[in-house]
DNA sequence: TAAGATTGAATTCTCAATCTTA
DNA sequence: TAAGATTGAGAATTCAATCTTA
């Protein structure tokens, strides 16, 4: 592949995501929670028996440092718990609250409506192609190297 | 398209923006710049009369306000300058200055390296079919409206 | 009134250093 | 020593409000 067209495939799968999250933003909005947010909230409507910080920071793409932070904001809000594992007291396991619950099973529907809003008319074949394309760009993100020089 | 397909689709157009933002600033960081100011630089380097702020943010997909935060912090580097226009005192134009270009022609080779290395191994026509994925995505994302519930 | 730019507050993010527990 | 989590500083981001010039 020429130069110009790999500039242009990586800068569109990042104006892609970019435009993606920006706009989905406008669905969080009126629920008072960031996509940031959304994101932990669904991760952990999948677990219910709750997250340690690390696996939940890992499942998001995230820095150990940020999840803090994150939590932080969503305890004060009233969605998340922290609670405290007898067993390793340096893990603490996040669950979602009873309002956190709520607030994602009204919040779900949505987003998943505007999920497949965004890939209306790419047909199954394509979007597996494109899967495999994404992926093997991740698998080489990080394992490029400089070159000697 | 079957709802999961989809959610994995724009996940994974998320994830692998944030892999390779990520893993990109490994490559800046030596350089004392993040991949956001790498970006305007490149911009820049291409418009040796400068640009508005305002067609600067719209090429870069950021926030009006953002780019102010962001020259500033690259004037304050030394690698761009703001001009004064005579016949529009309400817009200033943004150059790279020669520190800035010498950045960029170190820089530029290395960034073009590795993106060549994410995007190894993928053919000219299925980078285009992702491309035009990419871009109908892009398309819809902007359009999504609520369900009426 | 409108357009380009700026400011301030709040959130998010990364990094490096630190604290606690294993 | 190592692992999970936290803290503090700096950079980046968004939004709403403001300032200046057109």
């Not at 500039?7 to 929670?33: C, K, Q």
């Amino acid at each position: 592949m020429d130069a110009d067209l790999a500039r242009t495939l990586t800068r569109e799968v990042m104006t892609t995501a970019d435009t993606f999250l920006r706009e989905s933003a406008r669905l969080f909005r009126p629920h008072g929670i960031t996509a940031a947010q959304y994101n932990v909230i669904s991760v952990l409507a999948a677990a219910p028996e709750g997250l340690s910080q690390r696996v939940l920071g890992d499942a998001l793409v995230v820095d150990r440092s940020n999840v803090t932070g994150l939590i932080n904001r969503l305890a004060e809000a009233g969605y998340v718990a922290r609670k405290v594992q007898p067993e390793d007291r340096r893990a603490h396991r996040v669950v979602l609250t009873v309002a956190g619950r709520r607030l994602w099973e009204k919040v779900c529907p949505h987003y998943e409506s505007i999920v497949l809003q965004v890939v209306a008319g790419i047909s199954k074949k394509r979007a597996g192609e494109t899967l495999a394309v994404l992926q093997a760009m991740q698998a080489h993100a990080t394992t490029w190297k400089l070159a000697k020089k």
